[in-house]
């Protein structure tokens, strides 16, 4: 079935470095692409999404392409703040109604000052 | 985009009891989903419920432990029955709209002592 693996973590870095955190996926057909955030004890976010092939989505300096040929969706960040501290995870969907997103297991990222 | 309002948003229970969780949607939603997010791990699709039908359960997951309502289309329960340790976790409703994307509840955490 579908799925999706994340790079274990936590990863860590100082203040300013650049972010990786790489996705990858397994899915028939061409699923849309998510990235989620969970702060410290707070609820998931929508980072950004991509619903086809060569799609770039991103916000608050957070990036992530759609690559089919790869089947990879990786995050990146030119320059961390602490603020970023979260777990990250990426997520995939079906393109059909009302069929549910699909996790990974999460990325921790800690990021000190 | 939606909003979501799910309660409680945690609680304590004796093991071998049940607990009810509800979750209200400020408007009509076709698809609701239940998650299960244990304890450093990631989030775990237990059901799928469609308004005027049974929910549909992924593997692993079973009716009589897992009991869903979905009596309209803004409104369902998920029940956690016969509690065990091993049930202590967060457990979250979300709902997609559209190009509104997913949207989630803020959780029950769920602790089974």
């Known amino acids: 079935g579908d799925s999706v693996t994340q790079m274990e973590g936590p990863v860590t870095l100082s203040e300013e470095a650049f972010l990786t955190i790489n996705c990858t996926y397994t899915?028939?057909?061409?699923?849309?692409l998510f990235w989620y955030v969970q702060y410290p004890g707070e609820g998931l976010q929508l980072l950004l999404k991509a619903t086809k092939a060569d799609d770039k989505g991103s916000n608050k300096g957070f990036e992530a392409t759609y690559r089919k040929e790869t089947t990879s969706f990786h995050l990146e960040k030119g320059s961390v703040q602490v603020s970023d501290s979260a777990v990250y995870f990426c997520?995939?969907?079906?393109?059909?109604?009302?069929?549910?997103?699909?996790f990974g297991k999460g990325t921790t990222l800690s990021v000190s000052s | 985009s939606a909003v979501i309002s799910q309660k409680p948003s945690r609680d304590i229970c004796q093991r071998g009891t049940s607990l009810t969780i509800q979750c209200q949607v400020d408007?009509?939603?076709?698809?609701m989903f239940w998650y299960r997010q244990q304890p450093g791990q990631s989030l775990t699709l237990i059901a799928t419920a469609n308004q005027g039908s049974e929910a549909t359960y992924e593997s692993g997951f079973v009716i009589d432990k897992f009991p869903i309502s979905r009596p309209n289309l803004t409104f369902s329960t998920l029940t956690v029955s016969n509690m065990s340790p091993e049930d202590s976790s967060i457990y979250l409703c979300?709902?997609?709209?559209?190009?509104?994307?997913?949207?989630f509840g803020s959780g029950t955490r769920l602790t089974v002592v």
């Open positions: 408007s009509q939603v076709t698809m």
């Open positions: 899915a028939t057909g061409y699923p849309s």
């Open positions: 979300s709902v997609v709209q559209g190009d509104y994307g997913y949207t």
């Open positions: 997520a995939l969907t079906r393109n059909q109604a009302g069929t549910a997103l699909i």
